[in-house]
T-cell receptor, first 110, second 118 residues
């Protein structure tokens, strides 16, 4: 089992819709969780971090964490074509080496 | 805050030459830096973890004699690709660990270095 698993996609949503990106992790002791966005040909950029169970909202982005289910998600409301990118889920299992999922490719169609 | 720079942003070299890539944390001290490699349409692959003042820890399958890492200070780590070959052509990205905006440690990525070996 991979440490961090994501659906590779591609996920395609129409402009204005909600995009839902999911991630599961294997280390139950993980405490820190992150979502990065990577545009084609660019390096990843941090968009959200979450440490506690529940929802965390930042603009059009909402991260959801359920430690009991070892599940973290990212919702993007009012999706825009500029949101088209690969979204990487990252988990820090021991506050040392962050582990990344393979990424989910999102396409927002105008 | 939390800016990481890389230099050069791209490099083209002949097969057999060595290439050095610098990674700097500009506004924070990074005790740990990470080097990743990414081939087209593939995910990030961690190559090595570098702690300031100590030897780097390499991931399985990464040749430490080929990919030399030096973490000389809290703000600078270098990756040298020795005797580069065309199969080393890739996107090399460094990352530095520092304090996140709301506490807790977070990794911040440099802009990456695109290497093409002819």
């Amino acid at each position: 089992q991979k440490e961090v698993e994501q659906n590779s996609g591609p996920l395609s949503v129409p402009e204005g819709a909600i995009a839902s990106l999911n991630c599961t992790y294997s280390d139950r002791g993980s405490q820190s969780f992150f979502w990065y966005r990577q545009y084609s040909g660019k390096s990843p950029e941090l968009i959200m971090s979450i440490y506690s169970n529940g929802d965390k909202e930042d603009g059009r982005f909402t991260a959801q964490l359920n430690k009991a289910s070892q599940y973290v998600s990212l919702l993007i409301r009012d999706s825009q074509p500029s949101d088209s990118a690969t979204y990487l889920c990252a988990v820090n299992p021991n506050n040392n080496d962050m582990r990344f999922g393979a990424g989910t490719r999102l396409t927002v169609k105008p | 805050g939390a800016v990481v720079s890389q230099h050069p942003s791209w490099v083209i070299c002949k097969s057999g030459t060595s290439v050095k890539i610098e990674c700097r944390s500009l506004d924070f001290q990074a005790t740990t830096m990470f080097w990743y490699r990414q081939f087209p349409k593939q995910s990030l692959m961690l190559m090595a973890t570098s702690n300031e003042g100590s030897k780097a820890t390499y991931e399985q399958g990464v040749e430490k004699d080929k990919f030399l890492i030096n973490h000389a200070s809290l703000t600078l780590s270098t990756l040298t690709v020795t005797s580069a070959h065309p199969e080393d052509s890739s996107f090399y990205i460094c990352s530095a660990r520092g304090q996140g905006v709301r506490g807790g440690e977070t990794q911040y990525f440099g802009p990456g270095t695109r290497l093409l070996v002819l």
